[in-house]
């Protein structure tokens, strides 16, 4: 067991793990839930997630993918109701590198999922992650991952990194990696 992280049984969510892990990526301690996984998993998931930096993110290709897939969904969110909110300092487009959108979002939700079907050694990290998105009060986003495959990126709705119906969504900006 790493001293960066901690799990123990869920007090809210039955048959769940809850869990704190220290992101580098993001520079703080991260609450997480391990969904159908035993400590083995979220002790691998925990392990992925907290080697991931801002200075090696593009040794993870389809990560680094989806959080330009939510930088796409960012400027489309900005062109549409940027004019709607005070957005400080804060800029971003099509130009702008990965590492700016990084520095405006903060996790509120790190979830680690596993396939009922495979063991806990076998099964791909899968994980989605909840934004707020910090120019703008009360908005959230989301990405999902399922091992080397990206799955979802845009406004919140829960999404199960396990769902491939998503893929196909035209709200998902995810869709084309």
């Not at 990084?102 to 680690?112: E, H, Y």
């Not at 079907?117 to 399922?146: G, N, Q, R, T």
């Amino acid at each position: 067991m790493s001293d960066t992280y901690s799990l123990c049984e869920s007090k809210a969510y039955f048959g769940c793990l809850d869990g704190r892990l220290r992101s580098p990526l993001f520079g703080h301690e991260i609450e997480f839930l391990v969904k159908g996984g035993d400590e083995t998993y979220g002790v691998r998931c925990a392990e992925y997630f907290e080697k991931i930096t801002a200075e090696n993110l593009e040794e993870y290709p389809v990560l680094n993918a989806l959080f330009e897939a939510l930088g796409e969904y960012v400027i489309d969110f900005l062109d549409e109701r940027g004019d709607e909110f005070e957005l400080g300092d804060f800029e971003y487009d099509e130009n702008s590198p990965v590492t700016e959108l990084l520095k405006a979002l903060t996790p509120v939700g790190l979830t680690f999922e596993k396939f009922g079907y495979l063991s806990d050694e076998e099964c791909p990290i899968a994980f989605s992650i909840k934004f707020s998105f910090d120019p703008v009060a009360d908005e959230y986003m989301e990405i999902a991952l399922h091992g080397d495959a990206a799955v979802y990126a845009g406004e919140f709705r829960g999404v199960s990194p396990w769902n491939d119906k998503l893929l196909k969504k035209k709200w998902n900006y995810a869709r084309n990696i």
